[in-house]
Structure formats: C-alpha cells, structure tokens
T-cell receptor, first 113, second 114 residues
Framework: GESVGLHLPTLSVQEGDNSIINCAYSNSASDYFIWYKQESGKGPQFIIDIRSNMDKRQGQRVTVLLNKTVKHLSLQIAATQPGDSAVYFCAENPNFGNEKLTFGTGTRLTIIP | KAGVTQTPRYLIKTRGQQVTLSCSPISGHRSVSWYQQTPGQGLQFLFEYFSETQRNKGNFPGRFSGRQFSNSRSEMNVSTLELGDSALYLC?????????????FGSGTQLSVL
C-alpha cells in the first residue's frame, strides 16, 4: 500500500540554528501535503501546507519544499526556538475531494539551549 | 472561534466493553474525520463523515463505527474492546472536506483498555 515515510526519527538542533525535516512519499497521485507539529499531550497542530502545483511555500519561520520528481517533502524551520521542540509529521492526501490523510511516522525535534 | 473539542479526555475500560467518543468540530466545519494514534502504528485513518454520510473508511474492523449528526458533531464507537485498542483517538475537522484544505485536530481522547 501507499505510505509516507520519514528519513530520520530524531533530530537535535542548537537553539537559533535552522532545522530541516525530511519526508518521502510514495503516491505520485498525491495532490496535497501538510506538515503538522505535535507537542506532548496535544493533538497535531497545522503548520503549513502545499499543493502539488507548487515547489515551495513560505510561512512564518517555516518553509516547505516539494520535489515531485523524487517524491520528497521537507520542512525548514528558521532560527529554532525551544518551543519548536515537538514531533513533526508530514501527511499527504491522494484522494482529492475528501479528507483521508496518510501520515508519516514522525520526527522528534529537540532544540538544545 | 473555538477549536475542535473532544470528550472525554481520558477513558479507562476493560476488555469486552464498548466505548463512545465525542467530537465537536469547529463551528461551520462540515467534515469530521477520526484517526487512531499509537506508538507502534502512528497515525492511522479511521473514517470521515461529511453531511452525516460516511465518505471514507480506513482498514479497521467493524467493531469501529461512527456517525455524524445534523449539527456536524460526530461520535465514534468501539465495541468489544481489545487490549490493542488502547490509543489516542483524534478527531479532525475541515470546512468543506475538499481534501485540499487545512485539517484541524482536537487534543484527542486517550483510551486505555485493561
């Protein structure tokens, strides 16, 4: 079946540095991708999304890059802060017209003070 | 605007019992979907409802069911609970359910089956 996978389960970054979290997806038909942040005891929190007709999208301190050729997605967080420590999930929706996300396994990001 | 609200926050049940979880979507949102989160399997899609109709169902046994009411509130039910059903159950809502819009999650219901 289709799946979304992450290259690294854990990532430690010095406070103030930039971090990059990667994600590989396997369904070439996926049209919509989302990055979520999940803190302990909370549900996933929307960070940023991107449609397949785009290569890059920027938000506040975050940038998502989409490479459809190699089916790769990345989340860049600039000037990381302690509050960025969390588990980050990428998700894809290959079923346009309804909500059915396939999630990656997640990357735990730890910010070192 | 209030976010997605799930109740109860925690539940402890024993094997064989059944459980009902509740979800109130963001006001105006018509699509409600449910996910199961476990350390071993991650986040897995259970089902999605739109305008009181189930549009999609994940690969879960028939013991897992749900419904949506006319005010978009949703419930999911798990019958004949098994130890493996212990998980965080997350509800998410979106405005139009197009599959290409922001999906907002609640904080979840942590279910423990003993």
């Amino acid at each position: 079946g289709e799946s979304v996978g992450l290259h690294l389960p854990t990532l430690s970054v010095q406070e103030g540095d930039n971090s990059i979290i990667n994600c590989a997806y396997s369904n070439s038909a996926s049209d919509y991708f989302i990055w979520y942040k999940q803190e302990s005891g909370k549900g996933p929190q929307f960070i940023i999304d991107i449609r397949s007709n785009m290569d890059k999208r920027q938000g506040q301190r975050v940038t998502v890059l989409l490479n459809k050729t190699v089916k790769h997605l990345s989340l860049q967080i600039a000037a990381t802060q302690p509050g960025d420590s969390a588990v980050y999930f990428c998700a894809e929706n290959p079923n346009f017209g309804n909500e059915k996300l396939t999630f990656g396994t997640g990357t735990r990001l730890t910010i070192i003070p | 605007k209030a976010g997605v609200t799930q109740t109860p926050r925690y539940l402890i049940k024993t094997r064989g019992q059944q459980v009902t979880l509740s979800c109130s979507p963001i006001s105006g949102h018509r699509s409600v979907s449910w996910y199961q989160q476990t350390p071993g399997q991650g986040l897995q899609f259970l089902f999605e409802y739109f305008s009181e109709t189930q549009r999609n169902k994940g690969n879960f046994p028939g013991r897992f069911s749900g419904r949506q009411f006319s005010n978009s509130r949703s419930e999911m039910n798990v019958s004949t609970l098994e130890l493996g059903d212990s998980a965080l159950y997350l509800c998410a809502s979106s405005a139009a359910g197009t599959g290409a819009e922001k999906l907002f999650f609640g904080s979840g219901t942590q279910l423990s089956v003993l």
